[in-house]
């Protein structure tokens, strides 16, 4: 992960200093009203690292987000990972491998604090339903997984809250980065601007 956070940090520093050195300085983009951008993001923090599981697919996320006002925007967002945990269940002699599916569906609503050119400062909450589907190698679940309340499939409303920024490297193209609740805890990842 530090790796992950020296690379974005460098990036950053290197697209900042090469605007600032510009000696004819136009921005490459105002965010206001009436814009749309759909972005990825790559999570850096995933949701389960407490678990010590082994991820399979990394948490990814697609979305949408479209500005109603100059400081107020809306939008959904989808994730999906996939890892591997181990358990060793108390009472039991036997390591237990098992597959977790996630998959989350959410809806979007944020307030943007711009003053800079090139600059979007926002945070916000969202709110949706998060599909759990979980598979044992060793077969179909049994007495240890229902005595711990584990169930193969689950289905539930889930909400939390964002914080993020978005730099323009072109009048198109964004990077960005937010800390908050979903698939991952933290993501970096690329947009464009739809219209």
């Not at 020296?6 to 965010?31: D, M, W």
């Not at 996320?61 to 108390?90: C, H, N, P, R, V």
């Not at 909450?125 to 240890?144: L, N």
Request: with cysteine.
């Amino acid at each position: 992960m530090k790796k992950h956070l020296l690379l974005l940090a460098l990036c950053t520093g290197l697209l900042l200093s090469g605007r600032l050195e510009a000696q004819h300085y136009k921005p490459a983009r105002v965010f206001r009203h009436n814009q749309a951008d759909i972005w990825m993001g790559y999570g850096m923090f995933p949701t389960y690292s407490k678990d010590a599981s082994r991820i399979s697919v990394p948490p990814v996320s697609i979305g949408l987000d479209w500005m109603l006002s100059d400081q107020f925007s809306l939008g959904a967002s989808t994730g999906y990972s996939l890892y591997q945990i181990e358990k060793l269940w108390k009472g039991d002699s036997t390591v237990r491998h098992y597959a977790t599916h996630t998959l989350q569906i959410m809806g979007r609503a944020a307030a943007h604090y711009t003053r800079t050119d090139n600059l979007d400062i926002f945070g916000g909450i969202q709110v949706g339903v998060q599909h759990v589907r979980i598979r044992s190698d060793e077969g179909p679940f049994g007495r240890i997984e229902a005595l711990h309340g584990m169930k193969p499939n689950r289905l539930r409303m889930v909400y939390g809250a964002y914080l993020g920024v978005r730099f323009a490297v072109s009048r198109k193209s964004t990077i960005l980065g937010e800390f908050g609740t979903g698939v991952s805890f933290a993501q970096v990842g690329w947009g464009v601007k739809l219209f």
